[in-house]
């Protein structure tokens, strides 16, 4: 999204802060990514978590995605926007009673289930509505995502999904609980992933699993790998991620039987890029050591800076032919010292009233928006 005259001046006339959503851009991204699915006859499901705007959500169901959520809310908002029930999972360490029984209500396609003990929990519930329950395993294989510490999820000392030495008595479970039917395997190893030989290795293990499953007489039919595919927050104007590349991985590696599922559960990948957080530079302090830009928006409006040292570029668009002289951090008016978009920021001499847009936010941005210090809600607006 690169922003022309029109932008700018429709941008004069709106609130800020706010998030504004190029919608034809998200459209190309999914469509690019639908057509490289089909290709291989991937099932994908969007996570919801990335990005719940109903705007946003709506043209991704209108591609034909499924959806993955995390909580009895992203259910609840999946359902209600329409997205068929049996197109639905629901992941998440820690699901209550009150999700399960919901999930449960709905129909949904499969819960990815996180330990032995969520296997009895569902048992039980199912049991008392007279249901079988869809069940995925979560395995954690301890691959090594490469990606930021906050943001893996697949390694030994992580919280999600049941270790390997525990297989054993999961296995056992499944056999005795009468309420749950086992449809197959689950993985998500981390967010932000570059090094999509990361992939591979996913692979290897998932090929190792499913034949551990097949073996002790478990039919596998869905081998879901979760998402996790990167975006280039250096290049935000490269905007679409190659989806080819990525699911050809997965072709080539995976050892896919020809009765089996293969499902995706991508978030930033397709929302990442179609957004940007448009800011009011309120003022302007020139310090000894450094000059500082103080912004209308804060870690209250996007999160990922404060919360894994997150690296997005920041663009001063009222100054675009000027060129760069000067070097700024960037922060926002919270009352804390990781409230800073960026550090030695090289940008044009900004001034007061000055519109900044940080780029790369469709993804875990308007979503983690608080109303730390009483904040107001953060604006949204969307171009065709
Ligand atoms: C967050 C999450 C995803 C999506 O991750 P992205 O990095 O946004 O693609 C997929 N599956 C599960 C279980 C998740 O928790």
Redesign the pocket.
Known sequence: MSFSDKDIAQFANLDTPFYYYDLTLLQKTLDACALAAKMSNFHVHY?M??NFNPTIVSRIKAVGFGA?A?SGGEVGQAVELGFPANNIVF?GVGKSDKEINYALDQDIFCF?VESIQELEVINELAAKKGKTASVAIRINPNVDAHTHANITTGLDENKFGINSWDLPACADALRRLPNLQFVGIHF?IG??ITNLDVYKNLCVRVNEFATWFEERGFTVKVLNV????GIDYHNPDQQIPDFGKYFKIFNDFLERKPSQEVHF?????LVGQCSSLISKVLFVKNGKKKNFIILDAGMTELMRPALYQAYHQIQNISRPNTPIALNYDVVGPICESTDCFGKEVELPETFRNDLIAIRSTG?YGEVMSSHYNLRENVHVAFSE
């Not at 979760?226 to 595919?229: A, D, E, F, H, Q």
């Not at 559960?265 to 990948?269: K, N, S, T």
């Open positions: 996570a978590k990335a993955d995390v992941a990815n998500h967010s932000q979760g998402g996790g595919l559960e991508l978030g930033r990948a993804a």
